[in-house]
C-alpha cells in the first residue's frame, strides 16, 4: 500500500520536473543526420540541430566529419553560427559557420529549405548556396547531393504537464475508489 503511494508521488514528481526542466531544447528544436559529397568527390557527414523559433533560424553542429584530399578529419562542436541571408525567407535558411582541420581553415555554408518552417521535420539542402571551402584553394567546393533526415523531433512542452495532470487523476480515482469500498465494507 506505502509502495503503490511513494511509486504515485515519485512519478508526479518526475512529470513535473520533466516539464519545468525542459530547457535542453526547446519545442522548435529539431535534431537531424546529413550525408553528403562535394564536386571534389569528397564525402561529408554530419549532425546537428536547428531551432526554428522566430523570423529566423540557428543551426548547432555536434560534428561535421569531412573525407577531402585536401582535409580530412571531424570537426566537433560549430556552435559558431552566422545566419549571413545570400538565401533568406521562408523558403531558405543560410547558415555559414569557419572551422579549421590541422592547417587547413574550412568555410562552411548550408542553406536549408524546410517544407514547412512551423513544423519542419524534414530538410532538402539547397545546393545552389550549399558548400565547403577551403583556404588552400583548391578542393572542396558545391555540394552536388545530400540526403538529411530528422533524427528526433521536440517533445512539446505541455505533454509532461498533461501526463502529470493524467496521473494526479488517477490516483485521486483511486483514493475515492479506496475510500468508498473502505466505507461500504464498514457498513455490513
Known amino acids: 500500500m506505502r509502495c503503490r503511494r511513494l511509486f504515485a508521488v515519485c512519478c508526479l514528481f518526475f512529470g513535473s520536473s520533466l516539464g519545468l526542466n525542459n530547457s535542453a531544447a526547446s519545442a522548435s528544436t529539431y535534431f537531424y543526420s546529413m550525408t553528403g559529397t562535394l ?90 548556396f550549399s558548400e565547403i571551402l577551403f583556404n588552400a584553394g583548391s578542393g572542396g567546393g558545391e555540394f552536388t547531393a545530400a540526403l538529411v533526415d530528422v533524427i528526433t523531433t521536440p517533445l512539446p512542452g505541455a505533454l509532461p504537464f498533461f501526463a502529470t495532470g493524467l496521473a494526479a487523476l488517477g490516483l485521486l480515482g483511486w483514493r475515492k475508489k479506496r475510500k468508498h469500498e473502505a466505507s461500504r465494507l464498514a457498513s455490513v
Open 39 to 128: 564536386i571534389d568527390g569528397a564525402s561529408v557527414s554530419s549532425n546537428f540541430s536547428i531551432d526554428w523559433q522566430g523570423p529566423s533560424a540557428t543551426i548547432d553542429i555536434s560534428s561535421l566529419t569531412l573525407t577531402d584530399p585536401v582535409a580530412s578529419g571531424t570537426m566537433s562542436n560549430l556552435q559558431t553560427q552566422t545566419n549571413l541571408g545570400s538565401c533568406s525567407g521562408p523558403s531558405c535558411y543560410f547558415f555559414h559557420l569557419n572551422s579549421t582541420l590541422g592547417l587547413v581553415l574550412v568555410g562552411i555554408n548550408l542553406a536549408f529549405m524546410p517544407p514547412d518552417v512551423n513544423g519542419a521535420t524534414s530538410l532538402l539542402l539547397n545546393t545552389t
